[in-house]
């Protein structure tokens, strides 16, 4: 039996749209959060990198030293990137869930909602941390070689 687009929503069918909506728009916020704690918890492993490399300014480097170092602070990078990509798209499954609830609800919530806004980029900042943080890792390991 094909669904009706047209048809009016029975308030069964009201109900569980605002509750779908409500749970989507709760896990936008969420995945948007875990994403900063991710980034977060990579400028952290980036720090305690540095603070190892600190305690070995005494002298220069050995080479058994510095590989291990890099190949960490990359392995930190792409972990990062992973989580936040993965975050990334469940937020824009969200968001196309969210769309598709819009389309069923009233005129005047969408006249409301039609207010543009700015997109929401901020998942290229977290990238961004990410491979400035890996390489400013290996540039002051490299530097102390």
Not at 80 to 87: C, D, F, N, Q, T
Not at 103 to 125: C, M, Q
Request: hydrophobic content about 50%.
């Amino acid at each position: 039996m094909a669904d009706d687009a047209s048809a009016p929503l029975t308030s069964t069918d009201g109900e569980e749209l605002r509750l779908l909506y409500q749970v989507s728009v709760a896990d936008i916020a969420f995945f948007k959060k875990q994403q900063w704690s991710a980034t977060n918890y990579a400028v952290g492993a980036y720090a305690a990198l540095l603070v190892i490399v600190h305690q070995w300014l005494h002298s220069p480097l050995k080479s058994w030293q510095v590989w291990p170092l890099i190949v960490l602070s990359w392995a930190i990078c792409i972990s990062g990137y992973a989580v936040v990509s993965r975050l990334q798209s469940s937020i824009l499954g969200r968001r196309t869930r969210l769309e598709r609830v819009r389309a069923k609800f009233g005129r005047v919530f969408n006249e409301a909602w039609s207010i543009p806004k700015p997109h929401d980029d901020t998942y290229w900042l977290l990238y961004a941390f990410m491979f400035v943080g890996a390489g400013i890792v290996t540039w002051l390991v490299l530097a102390r070689a």
